[in-house]
């Protein structure tokens, strides 16, 4: 009986040892690699620290070294993210300090000391605002990132308008949409933008009570539209328009700084060439005669009309497509060679400085009067499929192009006013 008593509870370990084994995907060794990756900070970053392998690879991109750090602080404040100008400080100022542990530190106290090694600081003022969120120190003024419902609605407070709203600020404060802050040496603002995150529009971009902003306060915004290049897009908001409008070498700056801050129809209002190099155009381009010159750059199409009208010079360069037709009006009009014109091309009497080789156009080709005597060497010289016409065509044509201009800039003007919402 007692050998008997011995096998049953041999045999009630056994069972329960192959329950266990089942559990454990039976008696197969545990793979050791199992959830790891090859880099050893992604590892710490997902299975010890526990973000997802996309934002452990922003922190490591932000800096390879103090990737974990940059980690562990966004893990106890995921809005982090969206300070990366302030990590950027921190970072420099561990730089500049090499015997610093940033492991001692939580984030704030690393910004608040960065900020005073850096001299990011404002003086203090009875009208001085809470937000001291510091992204970019111009010297007398710098930008301020508003985070917070409170934020917002200090600052709304503060400038008299509506980004303190529900609206406004809940979208900011849940990183829908970027808000910054324009504030003097005593933290008083100036200027107010808010970006869409998705695509970088700035809609909003007011002065105090929804004024134009002065000139001197975009100036600034050339600086920050410079540092977050990748966040701030086309400017919407009809008074960042009307405040440059006065000062197109500013314009030009700001196009340098962020070639995204101007949508195609503002570069054209401000006389600026909104064209590069390769860039595949996929609309009619009406050019007014605010610019003195107008030359399209190399190996560009244009899937519809190209009409230009100016007082200078109009230079389209060899091999340029141009799916629609073209009209030209300028005071001299350079043609390079194997260009390409879908409908028809239209020069008004100007210079043409010389006769274009392989050029095709396949509608009618109208050439100014003074050209008639030399038709022979511009038939050898040009394929063109419909009428070779020596003169204006009819109203239709060149001589219609201002009047098709004033009604693009009322079409355009029309637009940002609907735009313009407070």
């Not at 419902?149 to 400038?159: F, I, L, N, R, V």
């Not at 196009?255 to 064209?275: C, I, P, Q, S, V």
């Not at 396949?362 to 038939?379: A, F, Q, T, V, Y």
């Amino acid at each position: 009986m007692e050998n008997l008593g011995d096998d049953k509870a041999k045999l009630k370990a056994d069972l329960l040892k192959s329950i266990a084994n089942k559990k454990n995907g039976g008696n197969k060794p545990k793979d050791k690699n199992k959830g790891m990756f090859k880099d050893k900070r992604l590892n710490i970053i997902v299975n010890k620290i526990g973000l997802s392998e996309q934002d452990a690879n922003w922190c490591i991109s932000i800096h390879k070294k103090y990737c974990v750090w940059i980690a562990n602080q966004i893990k106890a404040n995921f809005d982090l993210k969206r300070r990366e100008g302030d990590i950027n400080l921190i970072l420099d100022w561990k730089k500049e300090e090499q015997e610093l542990n940033l492991n001692d530190y939580t984030f704030d106290e690393a910004l608040q000391l960065a900020r005073v090694a850096h001299g990011m600081n404002f003086k203090e003022n009875n009208n001085s605002l809470k937000n001291k969120n510091i992204v970019l120190d111009l010297g007398t003024y710098k930008w301020v990132q508003l985070l917070t419902q409170e934020d917002c609605k200090e600052e709304g407070s503060a400038m008299g308008h509506c980004i303190g709203g529900n609206g406004h600020a809940s979208s900011i404060s849940r990183g829908n949409s970027f808000a910054f802050s324009l504030r003097d040496e005593f933290n008083r603002p100036h200027l107010t933008l808010e970006a869409n995150k998705s695509n970088g529009t700035v809609f909003e971009f007011k002065g105090r009570n929804n004024a134009v902003p002065k000139l001197q306060y975009i100036e600034c915004y050339v600086e920050l539209s410079q540092k977050f290049a990748d966040l701030l897009g086309q400017v919407t908001d009809c008074t960042f328009s009307q405040g440059l409008r006065k000062d197109v070498l500013l314009a030009k700056r700001m196009n340098l700084a962020n070639k995204r801050t101007f949508d195609e129809r503002m570069k054209l209002e401000l006389g600026l060439n909104m064209f590069e190099k390769g860039e595949l155009f996929m609309q009619s381009i009406n050019v007014g005669n605010k610019l003195k010159t107008f030359e399209l750059p190399e190996e560009i199409k244009v899937y519809g009309n190209l009409i230009v009208s100016i007082g200078g010079k109009i230079i389209i360069p060899n091999d340029i497509v141009i799916g629609g037709s073209v009209a030209l009006r300028g005071k001299s009009v350079t043609i390079g060679n194997d260009v390409k014109v879908g409908g028809n091309l239209e020069i008004a009497d100007c210079v043409l400085s010389k006769i274009p080789k392989g050029l095709m156009v396949c509608g009618d080709l109208i050439l100014p009067k003074s050209l008639e005597k030399k038709e022979k060497e511009i038939r050898e010289s040009i394929i063109f499929g419909g009428r070779l016409i020596f003169g204006e065509k009819d109203n239709s044509g060149t001589k219609g192009l201002q009047n098709q201009y004033n009604n693009y800039e009322e079409e355009y003007e029309e637009e940002y006013d609907d735009d313009y919402d407070d």
